[in-house]
C-alpha cells in the first residue's frame, strides 16, 4: 500500500524545511518507506475533502490503506513502530526513546510556538515588547536543561531515534533567533541530525515543492 502524505502547495517557510510535512518525511526517509504527496492549497485545506482527513484544516495527514492520521508527532510515532529504525527493540530504550517524543511536543515546543507568535502575530500589539523577553525566558528555561541532558552525547539516549528526530525537528524552529548560541553543544545536535542523508533526502524533497513554484526568470 502506498503512502500518501499531504504537504502546502505554497510553503510558508519558503523552503527552510520548517512545515510540519518535513519531519513525517524525515521520518519515512529514515526507515526507507517510499511515500507520495498530495499538495494542498490553504483554500483546499479548509475543504470537505481535506477537512475528512485533519478535522482542524492542517498539514501533514497520512494515508496508508484504510488508515488516515493526522498531527506530526502521532505520525511520526506510527512510522516508527511500524517500521525498523527508529525505535530500539530494548524495551526499556524504546520508552525512553517515546518519552523525548513526547518531552519534545510537550515540554520543548510550547514555549518555542510562542516565541514565534510574538514575533509574528504579535509584534505590533502594544505590550508584544514587554512579552517577548519573557517568553524568550522561559524557552532558556528548557534548553538548559535539554543542553546539560545530552551533554557531549551525540544523540539523547544512546543511537539515534524518533525522540531526536522529534526533537531536532522542534530545534530548529529557534534557527536565527540567537537563543541557540549559549548552547553549542545543541547546535552540534541539530547539524548531526540534518548531515543525515534520510535528512537531506527529506528537505531537498520539501525545497523541491517551493522552488518549483517560484516565478521563472
Not at 16 to 40: F, I, K, N, S, T
Not at 63 to 91: C, M, N, Q, T, Y
Amino acid at each position: 500500500m502506498t503512502i500518501t502524505i499531504t504537504a502546502f502547495e505554497s510553503a510558508p517557510d519558503r523552503g527552510r524545511g520548517l512545515a510540519r510535512d518535513m519531519p513525517v518525511r524525515w521520518a519515512l526517509e529514515e526507515v526507507g518507506q517510499p511515500y507520495q504527496v498530495r499538495l494542498v492549497s490553504f483554500a483546499a485545506m479548509k475543504e470537505p475533502a481535506h477537512l475528512a482527513r485533519q478535522p482542524f484544516g492542517q498539514i501533514p495527514t497520512y494515508e496508508e490503506g484504510g488508515l488516515v492520521l493526522f498531527e506530526s508527532g502521532a505520525i511520526i510515532f506510527h512510522i516508527a513502530e511500524r517500521h525498523a529504525g527508529l525505535l530500539p527493540d530494548e524495551p526499556d530504550a524504546r520508552a525512553r526513546a517515546i518519552a523525548w517524543m513526547f518531552a519534545a511536543l510537550g515540554t520543548i515546543e510550547p514555549p518555542i510556538a510562542d516565541l514565534q507568535n510574538a514575533r509574528l502575530v504579535e509584534q505590533e500589539r502594544s505590550w508584544a515588547q514587554e512579552r517577548l523577553p519573557l517568553v524568550e525566558e522561559r524557552i532558556r528555561a528548557r534548553l538548559g536543561p535539554l543542553s546539560a541532558r545530552l551533554g557531549e552525547g551525540d544523540w539523547l539516549d544512546g543511537a539515534f531515534s524518533a525522540g531526536d528526530l522529534q526533537m531536532v525537528a522542534v530545534l530548529r524552529r529557534l534557527r536565527g533567533s540567537g537563543l541557540l548560541d549559549a548552547y553549542p553543544n545543541l547546535s552540534a545536535y541539530i547539524g548531526r541530525a540534518e548531515a543525515r542523508p534520510a535528512f537531506q533526502r527529506a528537505f531537498a524533497a520539501q525545497l523541491a515543492v517551493f522552488t518549483a513554484r517560484q516565478p521563472a526568470g
